[in-house]
């Protein structure tokens, strides 16, 4: 029987768990560039670098003017409410992502994978450069590198499922490959632990109340020593 849940790294105490979910979180995604690997063409058409992916940045948990529990961040406060409330990320119309400046402007309140929190506005948070010697970099828009990468640097916004485990503390681990590949997969892993240990628990206590009634029967059926007084 698996006494903890181990996910990503962390071992959960299934006796310990209360509740769990699978809820949907706003997640940012900021672009990753590279040093072009086509030199031939990278010299014609004199570009150096080139779009590599996507790479998970922080989770939305509130936004500017929109009062939530996850509004204020406080590490304690946000895994109280996390399992609580998610109305506090932003949800937009395709007409609001049409007025790109106003979508730009918003300003986020965000959770990093490393738990720390942060306000930001899109436009503000960094794309990353990647060398061929192995050099990282973050580049701002005010870095002369980040006109210089001839892409759209806008990091994007998108929906992704994670799982939310109530115990004695609030873990949340974010699917779509950010951290889990499938959130939906590991509520399903963790129903049939959850299950199969309370099947266990249940089964031995049920031998063991067993046990302890054979114990008494045989103690109400055992024949009495008979206390012989001797003749004088």
């Given at each position: 029987m698996a006494e903890y849940f181990d996910i990503c790294g962390t071992r959960i105490a299934i006796s310990a768990i209360k509740d769990f979910r699978t809820i949907k979180v706003e997640f940012i995604f900021r672009p990753v560039f590279r040093e072009s690997?086509?030199?031939l063409m990278s010299a014609i058409s004199r570009k150096k670098y080139e779009f590599a992916y996507m790479e998970p940045y922080a989770a939305i948990i509130g936004q500017q003017g929109?009062?939530?529990?996850?509004?204020?961040?406080?590490?304690?406060t946000f895994?109280?409410?996390?399992?609580?409330?998610?109305?506090?990320a932003v949800i937009y119309t395709?007409?609001?992502?049409?007025?790109?400046?106003?979508?730009?402007?918003?300003?986020?309140?965000?959770v990093n994978l490393a738990?720390?929190?942060?306000?930001?506005?899109?436009?503000?948070?960094?794309?990353?450069?990647?060398?061929?010697?192995?050099?990282?970099?973050?580049?701002?828009?005010?870095?002369?590198l980040y006109t210089e990468?001839?892409?759209?640097?806008?990091?994007?916004?998108?929906?992704?499922t994670a799982l939310v485990i109530k115990a004695n503390d609030v873990f949340c681990f974010y699917g779509n490959g950010v951290q889990v590949a499938d959130a939906a997969y590991e509520f399903e892993r963790l129903s049939w632990q959850q299950e199969?240990?309370?099947?266990?628990?249940?089964?031995?206590?049920?031998?063991?109340?067993?046990?302890?009634?054979?114990?008494?029967?045989?103690?109400?059926?055992?024949?009495?020593?008979?206390?012989?007084?001797?003749?004088?």
């Open positions: 690997k086509k030199l929109h009062k939530s529990e996850l509004g204020e961040y406080k590490p304690k895994k109280e409410a996390l399992g609580k409330e998610i109305s506090g395709i007409a609001d992502k049409l007025k790109l400046k106003a979508f730009k402007r918003q300003k986020y309140q965000c738990g720390r929190a942060f306000t930001a506005y899109l436009d503000d948070i960094p794309a990353k450069m990647m060398w061929a010697d192995g050099r990282i970099a973050e580049v701002y828009k005010e870095d002369k990468l001839n892409e759209i640097t806008t990091p994007g916004v998108e929906y992704i199969t240990f309370l099947n266990d628990k249940k089964s031995k206590k049920i031998g063991s109340s067993e046990k302890k009634e054979l114990s008494l029967f045989h103690e109400l059926h055992l024949p009495k020593k008979i206390n012989r007084e001797k003749r004088g």
